[in-house]
């Protein structure tokens, strides 16, 4: 498969779903908010597990 026939499907799978792609209950707050809350406590998981320093 050369690059430009995988480019070419690429962008033909990509024009297919382009009708949003988001859920309607989703809210992006929500969603940033989650994420970041669960790096905030893995970080803090973590710098509690490190007692080399």
């Given amino acids: 498969m050369s690059l430009n026939s995988a480019a070419q499907s690429l962008v ?3 024009e297919a779903g382009h009708g949003g792609g988001q859920h309607e209950s989703l809210s992006p707050y929500l969603t940033g908010g989650s994420a970041l ?3 905030l406590l893995l970080l803090w998981i ?3 597990f490190n007692r080399d320093r």
């Fill in 12 to 14: 033909s799978l990509a």
């Fill in 46 to 48: 973590t710098t509690r």
């Fill in 37 to 39: 809350f669960i790096l």
